[in-house]
């Protein structure tokens, strides 16, 4: 069974800082691209950032320059440093890894429960 926990949402006030974290654990044999999008009632689910094993990352426009995304292989966890933030991207931020476990060695998508971010003075 392989799972993703999110932490670090909450409340901030608009050009704050958070930075949320995601950890995956279970029979993993290994973690391909990991990344974070973002969600509000009555939209689509969008991306944020991602990035590869190798450390190769992407941004959505809108958090180029703001946004930092990173990763501990060993410990198969993804950061994702938020400054500057905006009323505009409050919203609940899911977890997302492409993983091959031990379970039948196939890669697939797994997501995280959600985190919700609130930016409000």
């Known amino acids: 069974q392989v799972q993703l926990v999110e932490s670090g949402g909450g409340l901030v006030q608009p050009g704050g800082s958070l930075r949320l974290s995601c950890a995956a654990s279970g029979s993993i044999v290994n973690i391909n691209a990991m990344g974070w999008y973002r969600q509000v009632p009555g939209k689509e689910r969008e991306l944020v950032a991602t990035?590869?094993?190798?450390?190769?990352?992407r941004y959505a426009d809108s958090v180029k320059g703001r946004f930092t995304i990173s990763r501990d292989n060993a410990k198969n966890t993804v950061l994702l440093q938020m400054n500057s933030l905006k009323s505009e991207e409050t919203a609940v931020y899911y977890c997302?890894?492409?993983?091959?476990?031990?379970?039948?060695?196939?890669?697939?998508?797994?997501w995280g429960q959600g985190t919700q971010v609130t930016v409000s003075p």
């Open positions: 997302n890894a492409d993983i091959k476990s031990y379970r039948d060695y196939r890669s697939r998508a797994y």
């Open positions: 990035i590869t094993s190798s450390g190769n990352t």
